[in-house]
Every structure is written in C-alpha cells, then in structure tokens.
C-alpha cells in the first residue's frame, strides 16, 4: 500500500542498488554540479508534525547506508533526544522555519524570530542549511524572509528551496498525498519558471517514484513528511483521512486569500 513505511522502505533499496550517490542538502549545494561524477539523490524530510515517524524513516534510510535532511520546526517538532539520534545517525539536521507566519508579516519582528528558533535547534545539533515551511492557512510565504536578511549573516550555506537550481533537479514530493504537481501543492512550489522546468515523468504512485530513481538519467530530489508513512493499517487509514481533510481546508484557504486579496477565484 502506498505511503506506508514498507514502500518507503522500497523506495530506500532501489536507493540504494541505484548508481546514485545519495547526498544532504548541504552536501548537494556544497559538491557543486562538475564535481558530481554520479547521478544524484537528495532525499529531504519537512517534519511538520509527528517527529516519531522522522525517526522511523532515518532509521530505515540509515539501514541502506543512506543519508538524508531532516527539517525540524521549532517549537513545533523540536525533541532533542530524538534530534540527536538522528544526527547520530548521519544524517543532516536543519530548521524548517516559519517566521513570516509567525510574525504575522512583520519582517523585524519575522527576523528575531528566526534567529530565536535557529539559536534553539543549533543548542542541539549543527545547522548549515533551512528550509521554509508552507503553512496554507497563512497568506505568507515564509521565503519571503530573505528580502530582509541573508543566509551568511547566520552562516548558513543554503535554503531547501532557493539555493537549488531546480532547472537541473527532478523534483518530486509528496505534499497532498501524492507525487504531482496539484491543487493540493499550494505553497511547496519550487522557484524555476515553467519552460526551465526540466521534462520529468509523471508520477502518481511511490512505485512510479522508485522507477525514475532506477531509471533516469538526471538528478533526483524528493521531498517528503514522515508523518504520512506509517508501519500499521489503522494508522494508515488515520492519516489518510487527516491528510484528505487538509487538502481540502487547503483549498478553502487558498479562495479566502485569493477574495482577501481581489484576485479571481482559480484554484491553479
Ligand atoms: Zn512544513
């Protein structure tokens, strides 16, 4: 069944007999594009809610010998033990912040805000890179923060979504329960315009995502929540559920913002 632990854990051996090199996002931005020899998988983890399921995944990813970034929100999913553990693992630990909806717009106020959350999440474990978080019930968008501040003033060495060239990568993730780029997928969008974007397979199932990192020739970067893979059927169905009730609330929010904001009712 898609979106349980044991598909994730399909998606992690063909990973893994893959020729790809598997890379964090630090080492991603990092190696720079001529010095990647191998095709390339860059597997990233917005932990918005259930940080047990992030360990989870981290604990079958290590098992094939790969590594991952995990982004933690602050306080949201902030557990240090488990942060640790994580860490210990090899894996990369970054902060998926959310200080624009925080600050409620306030870009002063938004700043101090991400420095607080950053100086908390760096007590626990080094932090090189960040990655926003898409709240659809705010009308922000939490990138919005770097018109005010930079990456090196808190020596960071990129941002999840703006530091990638996604003209390079295919990108998939799996906001809204699937792999596409859908009504669901309201603020996880990627900053490349349309004709940049590279021609990628349509993916609807994780087996189709499995196909692509065995196939394809390009680079591979996939997002996704662990709180949606789960290990039982009761907490499947349980998650299924939620997640379709979000998606549809989502949507909601998108026409109120849109009428809040005089733009036409399109859900695009
Ligand atoms: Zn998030």
């Known amino acids: 069944m898609d979106f ?78 488990l942060i640790r553990e994580i860490a210990g693992m090899g894996h990369e630990v970054g902060l998926h912040y959310e200080s624009v909806d925080k600050a409620r717009g306030e870009m002063a106020e938004a700043v101090s805000s991400f420095e607080g959350d950053l100086g908390r999440l760096r ?46 990568v295919l990108y998939y993730s799996d906001t809204g329960r699937n792999w596409l780029e859908d009504v669901f997928n309201i603020k996880d969008t990627i900053p490349v315009p349309v004709e940049k974007k590279p021609d990628r397979p349509v993916c609807d199932h994780t087996d189709d995502i499995i196909d692509v990192v065995r196939d394809h020739e390009s680079d591979i970067y996939i997002l996704t929540h662990p709180e949606r893979w789960r290990s039982t059927t009761i907490e499947w169905a349980l998650s299924a559920m939620a997640d379709t009730a979000v998606n549809y609330i989502k949507i909601c929010f998108q026409i109120l913002h849109r009428r809040r904001n005089h733009t036409p009712d399109v859900v695009a």
Request: a negative charge; charged letters at 25%.
């Open 4 to 81: 349980m632990l044991d598909k994730y854990r399909d998606l992690c051996a063909a990973s893994a007999s893959s020729s790809r090199e598997c890379l964090t996002v630090a080492e991603y931005l990092a190696s720079g594009s001529s010095n990647r020899s191998r095709r390339t998988l860059i597997l990233r983890h917005d932990v918005d809610r259930f940080p047990k399921q992030a360990l989870e995944t981290a604990r079958i990813e290590s098992e094939y010998g790969l590594r991952a970034t995990y982004y933690f929100r602050v306080p949201g999913t902030l557990v240090p033990e």
């Open 123 to 168: 007590a626990v474990v080094p932090v090189s890179t960040v990655a926003m978080h898409g709240n659809p019930a705010t009308p922000f968008d939490n990138r919005d923060l770097w018109n005010s501040c930079g990456l090196e003033d808190y020596q960071l060495t990129g941002e999840a979504y703006l530091s990638i060239d996604f003209g390079s």
